[in-house]
């Protein structure tokens, strides 16, 4: 029990990563970012940090709506919603996209992927610090990749060390 016991807080949050990744944005005048984690069951993105806004989340189908999915490297929601047409059913979904979008004044989205799947998502905000995020596009492309690899490989640690817990406890 006491092996078990140092093994699991040898397991990293995720949470405690993206507050160091958010200073460093901060350096940069970047300051209102949100980091979503998906949630593996429901299919949805939820928001990791910062805690406050705990009810902030996106669904599977709002995440199609951002055409997540292709492989793009930022993404700007107000410019792929503009001019898209969408079917009755998915209106209503679109909606309340375009209503998250303009309540978190969200002007990019910076998906993160572990095997080719997305595991998290960056999101940028504020209307006032949009002209600083296209200053430092170069930075943010550099810094993205950084931040991928290293939360990839706190998941894969992680996943291990819980492997390694439920094998002690079988």
């Not at 949050?13 to 350096?27: I, N």
């Not at 999915?69 to 059913?89: D, F, R, S, W």
């Not at 960056?122 to 600083?132: A, L, P, Q, R």
Request: aromatic residues 14%.
């Amino acid at each position: 029990m006491k092996e078990i016991n140092i093994l699991k807080e040898k397991i990293i949050k995720p949470a405690d990563f993206f507050k160091l990744a958010a200073r460093e944005f901060k350096k940069q005048n970047l300051k209102s970012i949100y980091f979503f984690r998906r949630h593996s069951q429901k299919n949805t993105f939820w928001l990791e940090y910062p805690a406050k806004e705990k009810n902030f989340y996106l669904s599977k189908e709002e995440i199609s709506c951002l055409s997540l999915n292709k492989g793009k490297e930022v993404i700007y929601p107000q410019e792929e919603l503009a001019g898209t047409t969408y079917l009755k059913h998915e209106a209503v979904v679109l909606e309340s996209l375009k209503k998250k979008i303009q309540y978190y004044e969200i002007y990019a989205l910076i998906p993160l992927y572990l095997e080719g799947k997305i595991i998290s998502l960056i999101i940028f905000s504020g209307n006032k610090e949009k002209h600083n995020f296209y200053k430092k596009y170069k930075y943010i492309k550099k810094i993205k990749l950084e931040v991928q690899n290293i939360l990839a490989s706190i998941l894969l640690y992680n996943q291990a060390i819980k492997r390694i817990i439920k094998n002690k406890t079988k």
